[in-house]
């Protein structure tokens, strides 16, 4: 009865809340909430580990590996984010930046966001998943526009009409899939395992107009280009532990749910080949993203489409599909969604610092705020793939997978593109944080080191380590079960 | 019957294309989600399926009563009533629009699904209103084009649980709710709703 504990936690700390006056408890609050969904999911993996996958309410609710992996990934980054906002909105409250309604409201659609992903990944009835992706839509659109400004807004209704326009053609592409089915009146025809189970008798036909449309539709909201026009300004405008959440998590979420689409279509041989489209768009997504970082002046834009760029690399390596291609993809989910989450979390330290997001304006950071630079150094390795890393290793085993399938010049030009990537984050970086700029430097008042926020850095990074040294026989155990579960 | 209020759906859709007036779009739209609200509450009468009677009752409530007020005081408080220069003009708006009717009907003929025609048309006309328009509001109704026909998709391919449901309509409201409330804030922070201006960016 785990699901309940979620419920549970979200309306007592939305009671809390609302009750509460003082922004800095309610700040505790969100904390100790994440804290408790994390537990809750600790628990899970425990009884994963016993019985495989768990299932509750008759089947409304079901968990397995790959299930397992988003909720880990959901929980650690919304615990990390939600101790950055400890001291972000804390600040932003007292210098009277927003009023602490605003920051009432902040923590509700933070921990409506939080439970909307988990739910995301629990549910077992794909219709109640797309209500619950769509609620996550719902809760960071007013998140995006959060400071009110003219940038944010546009980004928020770009945000809403792109997504909601895509999760609608996704809708479409579930209802027609479930019509596949044939007329089965059973409640259980919208289940994932009911569906995998009976996966031969599906409409091949509709089957395939159907996976088409739900690629699509929710391409969109993972963010695989060309749709992926929201995300560089919903990521930069939100408030930078929203954007660690929504790059971190949010992507990888709407990834998952493809994925589990195409569980169902990885059994039936004639479809097999429909694979293709994560390799397309994923290639797509890559060479777009790559791209645009060399041209980018505004640091969260930088980062954002870093985060497509990865989406794009997840993407191509369940396209190249085998053992290796699906285990480094969601490997790869993993890493992604800490090394952004620290490199987002910094951004949003550095703006606080510098006042601003403009990159030729941020300049000398190892002389100014020394702790950040050696952290941004570090997120900037792991994000780009050097070796002591896991996500060396997940990049790896994708290419490894691409060289002995059939789309071994996709893997090349992979390759040559990760190096381009690495090329951009050098050149930006390297001038950020050792030029120095005698002109634009700010004076030693307005940078504040001493007030960022380094905690959740540290928390972040020793994920990272963590996931790369100590947890690899537990999770490679959960990583080959879910890379089985894609596999059929 | 139930031809008639398809038919009111397919005319309605094809005029609403090239109407320029905001309160001309919503009364369009208002229209279309009465119909929906008729076919679904005929096929509870011939079907005696309680299911049905559901929809009805909150097509009626959500499409034909709630949605429309919300939209019209809008449209007072924004004060915006003509679509002064569309990104698509009536003519071409018009053409596209009964191209994709006809391809609709083309491509649907043999599959047997009920409204499935309506249901794209309606979709196609929609995501034209999306794109043709420069108000934000017009977009929005756009939107809510699409969204009836997914609920006539709904009605044609399956049947889900009353839950389920009702869950899909709450968050269409929320989102639609949503979607004002930005169209507010917009107004107010820009002096207008014409979604030029909110193009400042990119790199």
């Known amino acids: ?488 | 019957m139930t031809d008639f209020f398809l038919a009111v759906i397919l005319i309605s859709a094809i005029l609403m294309s090239g109407v320029r007036r905001v309160k001309l779009l919503i009364s369009g739209y208002t229209v279309q989600a009465f119909c929906i609200f008729a076919i679904s509450f005929l096929t509870a009468l011939s079907t005696n399926d309680k299911h049905y009677y559901v929809i009805s009752i909150m097509t009626l409530l959500a499409k034909v009563i709630l949605v429309p007020l919300i939209l019209t005081h809008s449209v007072r408080k924004i004060k915006t009533k003509v679509e002064l220069s569309p990104v698509l003009n009536s003519f071409w708006s018009y053409t596209l629009t009964i191209i994709s009717i006809a391809l609709a009907s083309y491509i649907s003929a043999g599959s047997g699904i009920l409204y499935i025609k309506e249901a794209i048309s309606l979709s196609i006309v929609g995501a034209l209103l999306l794109i043709g328009r420069r108000k934000a509001l017009s977009q929005m109704i756009g939107f809510l084009v699409i969204e009836n026909g997914l609920m006539l998709f709904e009605l044609s391919l399956i049947k889900l649980s009353f839950l389920i449901e009702f869950a899909i309509v709450v968050e269409a409201i929320i989102l639609f709710i949503i979607m004002a409330i930005v169209i507010g804030n917009i107004n107010a922070a820009f002096d207008t709703t014409n979604t030029d201006y909110l193009s400042d960016l990119k790199e």
């Not at chain 1, 804290?35 to 008759?58: E, M, W």
């Not at chain 1, 809708?171 to 995998?196: M, P």
């Not at chain 1, 080949?273 to 969260?300: D, E, H, Q």
């Not at chain 1, 004076?443 to 690899?472: C, G, Q």
Request: glycine share 6%; aromatic share 14%; charged share 10%.
């Open chain 1, 1 to 488: 009865m785990q699901v309940l504990y979620f419920i549970f936690i979200a309306v007592i700390s939305v009671l809390f809340f609302v009750l509460i006056k003082n922004v800095r408890y309610k700040s505790y609050i969100s904390v100790l909430s994440s804290i408790g969904n994390l537990l809750v999911v600790l628990k899970i993996a425990a009884d994963i580990q016993i019985y495989g996958s768990i299932s509750y309410f008759t089947g409304t609710y079901y968990i397995d590996s790959l299930s397992l992996i988003q909720l880990f990934i959901i929980t650690f980054v919304a615990l990390i984010a939600s101790i950055y906002s400890v001291k972000y909105i804390t600040a932003e409250v007292e210098e009277g930046v927003i009023s602490s309604k605003k920051a009432t409201l902040y923590f509700i659609l933070f921990s409506i966001f939080s439970i909307s992903m988990i739910f995301v990944a629990i549910s077992n009835n794909m219709i109640s998943m797309w209500i619950w992706l769509e609620a996550t839509t719902l809760s960071t659109a007013f998140l995006i526009s959060f400071d009110g400004s003219k940038h944010s807004l546009e980004a928020a209704w770009k945000y809403l009409i792109l997504c909601s326009l895509g999760i609608a053609v996704g809708l479409i592409g579930i209802l027609v899939f479930i019509y596949s089915a044939g007329k089965v009146e059973s409640a259980n025809v919208l289940k994932w395992d009911y569906l995998v189970s009976i996966s031969d008798s599906l409409d091949i036909n509709l089957v395939k107009i159907a996976f088409t449309l739900i690629f699509i539709g929710l391409g969109t909201k993972a963010g695989l280009a060309p749709m992926h026009t929201w995300l560089p300004d919903g990521h930069s405008q939100a408030p930078a532990p929203i954007s660690a959440m929504m790059s971190g998590a949010l992507l990888n979420l709407a990834m998952y749910v493809i994925i589990r689409f195409y569980t169902i279509i990885s059994n039936i041989s004639a479809l097999k080949y429909m694979r293709f489209l994560f390799t397309v768009f994923g290639l797509l997504s890559l060479v777009v993203a790559a791209f645009s970082m060399i041209k980018a002046k505004n640091i969260k834009r930088l980062l954002a489409y870093s985060s497509i760029e990865n989406i794009g690399i997840i993407s191509i390596g369940i396209g190249f599909g085998f053992f290796d291609g699906i285990y480094g993809s969601l490997l790869h989910s993993i890493i992604h969604a800490f090394a952004k989450t620290l490199l987002f979390l910094i951004a949003g330290n550095i703006i606080v610092s510098y006042k601003t997001k403009n990159l030729s304006e941020i300049n000398g950071m190892i002389y100014k705020i020394p702790i950040n630079s050696v952290f941004i150094i570090i997120g900037m390795l792991v994000i780009t793939g050097m070796p002591p890393f896991a996500s060396f290793f997940s990049e790896l085993k994708i290419l490894n997978a691409g060289f002995s399938s059939n789309y071994a010049i996709v893997a090349i030009i992979t390759v040559f593109l990760t190096v381009v990537v690495f090329g951009a984050f050098l050149s930006h970086f390297t001038r950020m944080i050792f030029f120095k700029d005698k002109d634009t430097l700010p004076d030693e008042e307005s940078l504040r080191e001493k007030e960022t926020n380094v905690f959740p850095l540290m928390l972040s990074l020793i994920m990272i380590v963590l996931a790369s040294l100590y947890f690899l026989p537990f999770l490679n155990k959960i990583l080959e079960k879910a890379t089985l579960i894609v596999l059929g």
